[in-house]
Nanobody, 118 residues
Framework: QVQLVESGGGLVQAGGSLRLSCAAS????????MGWYRQAPGKQRELVAQ???????NYADSVKGRFTISRDNAKNTFYLQMNSLKPEDTAVYYC????????????WGQGTQVAVSS
């Protein structure tokens, strides 16, 4: 069983920065892919950033040039650095990972709130 725990959310002013962390724990053989999603009130959950096992990244057009996804393999942790935040970035942010224990499964964190004031 794998558990993902997000941290680093909060309230910031427009133009500010936040760094979100996602810590994975459990009997993990490997993490093959990871990503960040967000969901604003009344809207569908959307992909924000993704990092594959091959090192490829992709970002939502709305965050390109402002957000960066990265990982620390030794700590089983990955991050989302968010710069130049805008009010429209306000949402609950979720991390997810494709992890292998006895089988390959998709895991989700509980979410962390990000609010950006204008």
């Amino acid at each position: 069983q794998v558990q993902l725990v997000e941290s680093g959310g909060g309230l910031v002013q427009a133009g500010g920065s936040l760094r979100l962390s996602c810590a994975a724990s459990g009997s993990i053989f490997s993490i093959n892919a990871m990503g960040w999603y967000r969901q604003a009130p009344g809207k569908q959950r959307e992909l924000v950033a993704q990092l594959t096992d091959g090192g490829r990244t992709n970002y939502a057009d709305s965050v390109k040039g402002r957000f960066t996804i990265s990982r620390d393999n030794a700590k089983n942790t990955f991050y989302l650095q968010m710069n130049s935040l805008k009010p429209e970035d306000t949402a609950v942010y979720y991390c997810n990972a494709v992890a292998v224990t006895t089988k390959t499964r998709i895991y989700w964190g509980q979410g962390t709130q990000v609010a950006v004031s204008s």
